[in-house]
């Protein structure tokens, strides 16, 4: 085989490895930054559990009276469409859940802090604006309503 | 907002998948860098024009289109151009290391755009959309706490 085959057969492997990984964490809900971030150990500069997720930003007053679906999305980003029309029909027909739409690119602040790695992120927020469960990719409304349950 | 049928990137990059793979399947040769070449011009053509103003875009709006069903949902026509200048870079990169003769690099870059054209094609992942947000993430300079954490 020549190099370039090589490469070949590698890539397509890859690819088809990332694709069914992907396939099977995108929209699950698990986990918060503390449990799963990458250093966990060490939180990250300013992060603290104890306050609210939106507490300094402009956001926060919007926080919905039982949940708040928190989606972080960016211009480039398809999924963000499908994950925001799924998110807005969940929060419509579910009392007392607001649907936030955030732009990471203008809050990278935020999206340090939390540790949002990718778009569309959404976190699941409580009454009082502290993050429950969060998923990365677009959830279902089956995905998202079970997230919600955890609330109850 | 340009507004495109989601299925015409996945169409163009099903056609990409196959010119790289044929790319690998010959490199190091002639024939891979004169077919490389005409991918990167594609690239180039997808991320200055819009992803519907190219010949394959064209391919498939008169011969694929009208033989499939309307589409459930628009798709944004920014994400998969900004992925076609994304793989711009990548074959730009390619043919550079092949002219160069360093083909085993010119191979990997190759790999690269390869395995994001299956994810997109296979999957409907788009590899490039989503590592913006990252390189966004990374790029804007680091906040106060950061700047002045400890060196040792």
């Not at chain 1, 935020?110 to 992120?121: A, C, D, E, I, Y």
């Amino acid at each position: 085989m020549s190099s370039g085959q090589t490469v070949l057969v590698v890539a397509l492997l890859l690819a088809a490895a990332f694709g069914i990984y992907r396939g099977f964490v995108d929209g699950r809900f698990g986990g918060t930054h503390r449990v799963r971030g990458v250093t966990s150990d060490q939180p990250e500069p300013g992060y603290d559990a104890r306050i609210p997720v939106l507490a300094d930003t402009e956001h926060a007053e919007d926080i919905g009276s039982f949940a708040t679906l928190l989606q972080f999305s960016s211009t480039f980003c398809a999924p963000c469409r499908v994950a925001r029309r799924v998110l807005a029909e969940v929060a419509a027909s579910t009392p007392g859940v607001v649907h936030l739409e955030i732009d990471a690119e203008h809050h990278l602040e935020l999206v340090r802090r939390l540790g949002v790695q990718r778009t569309p992120t959404t976190l699941v927020l409580d009454a009082e604006g502290h993050e429950v469960t969060r998923a990365a990719g677009a959830p279902t409304a089956v995905q998202v309503r079970a997230a919600l349950a955890m609330l109850d | 907002m340009n507004q495109i049928d989601p299925r015409g990137p996945k169409f163009t990059a099903a056609v990409t998948t196959v010119v790289l793979a044929t790319v690998l399947f010959l490199a190091p040769s002639a024939y891979a860098v004169g077919l490389l070449a005409l991918q990167t011009l594609l690239f180039a053509w997808g991320a200055l024009r819009g992803v519907q103003h190219t010949p394959l875009a064209w391919v498939f709006r008169t011969v694929v289109r009208p033989r499939l069903a309307p589409p459930a949902d628009w798709e944004d026509a920014a994400p998969p151009r900004f992925a076609q200048g994304v793989g711009f870079a990548f074959g730009a990169a390619a043919l550079v290391a092949f002219v160069a003769g360093v083909p085993l690099l010119g191979s990997v870059l190759v790999g690269f755009a390869l395995a994001a054209a299956v994810l997109n094609a296979v999957f409907g992942f788009c590899l490039g959309c989503e590592v913006y947000l990252l390189i966004r993430r990374f790029t804007k300079p680091a906040d106060a706490a950061q700047v002045h954490a400890p060196t040792s």
